[in-house]
C-alpha cells in the first residue's frame, strides 16, 4: 500500500511537472489583421459556425485513437465557450440551426469548413521565419462565394470558422511519460493546435486570422471537453479580435 501511495504522488507530481514545462509560454498569434482602410461596422453579427473539433486519445505506444465523443463535447462546449465571449464584447451572435452531433453542418457548408482548413493551412504555409510571426494585414485570403451565401441565408455581417486538433493521454502513455521523466526524458502526452478565422460575409474575404502556438499544450487550462476549459480557449482564440 506505501508503494502504490507512492507511485500515486510521483504520478501526480510528474505530470503536473510535465504539464507546467509544455504549457510555459503558450499563446495565440495573429497573422492576419485587418488592414488600415477596413473600417469595423458600427453594429456587427456574427454568425459561429460549428467548431471543426478532431480529439483523440494517446495510446501508449503514442498513436491518436479518434474519440468522436470527446469531439463532439468539445464541439459544444467551444461553441457555447465563443458565444459567451462574442457576448461579453457586445457583438450579437447568430446562431447556426443544430443538426446532428457527427456532422453538425448543413450539407452546403460541410465544404466550406474542409475548405476553412485548407485556407487556414496555406496561411500557416505563408509565413515560413520564427521572425515573421507577425500582424500581416496584407495577406489576402478569402473563402469565396460559399462564404457569401452564408450572409444571404442568416442574415449575419460575419462568420468565425475554428479548426481544432487536441490529444490526450490514456493511461498507458501517461504511465510511460512518468517512467520516461524518471530518465530525464520528455514524453509526449498530448497537444492541443488550433486557430480561428474572421471572415467578411459581403465579400467572403478573411479579414482576421489567429493561431494557436503548436509548441507546447494547452491541456491543463484550455480542455475543450470542459466548459470551463472551452472558455479559456474560446478567449485565446478571440483574443484581440477587431470586434
Known amino acids: 500500500m506505501r508503494f502504490v ?3 500515486e504522488s510521483t504520478r501526480s507530481r510528474l505530470i503536473g511537472s510535465l504539464l507546467a514545462a509544455l504549457l510555459a509560454g503558450c499563446t495565440t498569434v495573429p497573422f492576419i489583421e485587418p488592414g488600415p482602410d477596413w473600417i469595423p461596422l458600427e453594429s456587427s453579427s456574427v454568425l459561429i459556425v460549428p467548431p471543426d473539433s478532431r480529439l483523440s486519445r494517446l495510446t501508449t505506444g503514442g498513436m491518436p485513437e479518434p474519440r468522436a465523443d470527446w469531439s463532439t463535447e468539445a ?3 467551444l461553441r457555447d465557450g465563443l458565444a459567451r465571449s462574442f457576448a461579453s464584447r457586445g457583438v450579437s451572435v447568430v446562431a447556426y440551426p443544430a ?7 448543413r450539407p452546403e457548408d460541410a465544404s466550406l469548413v474542409k475548405l476553412h482548413e485548407a485556407v487556414g493551412d496555406a496561411i500557416l504555409a505563408s509565413v515560413v ?3 515573421q510571426h507577425s500582424r500581416r494585414p496584407h495577406l489576402d485570403y ?3 462565394d460559399a462564404a457569401r451565401q452564408l450572409h444571404d441565408d442568416f442574415g449575419a455581417d460575419f462568420a468565425l470558422f475554428v479548426y481544432c486538433n487536441a490529444t490526450y493521454a490514456g493511461d498507458g502513455r501517461v504511465v510511460l511519460g512518468i517512467l520516461a521523466a524518471l530518465g530525464g526524458v520528455v514524453t509526449d502526452i498530448g497537444a492541443l493546435t488550433g486557430f480561428a478565422s474572421l471572415v467578411d460575409l459581403r465579400d467572403g474575404k478573411v479579414i482576421w486570422f489567429r493561431q494557436l502556438v503548436p509548441r507546447g499544450t494547452l491541456l491543463g487550462s484550455a480542455d475543450p471537453r470542459t466548459p470551463e476549459g472551452a472558455d479559456v480557449l474560446a478567449d485565446l ?3 484581440e479580435m477587431p470586434l
Open 142 to 144: 478569402g473563402l469565396g
Open 99 to 105: 443538426r446532428g452531433n457527427v456532422v453538425p453542418w
Open 5 to 7: 501511495s507512492a507511485f
Open 75 to 77: 464541439r459544444a462546449h
Open 237 to 239: 482564440l478571440l483574443k
Open 129 to 131: 521565419l520564427p521572425t
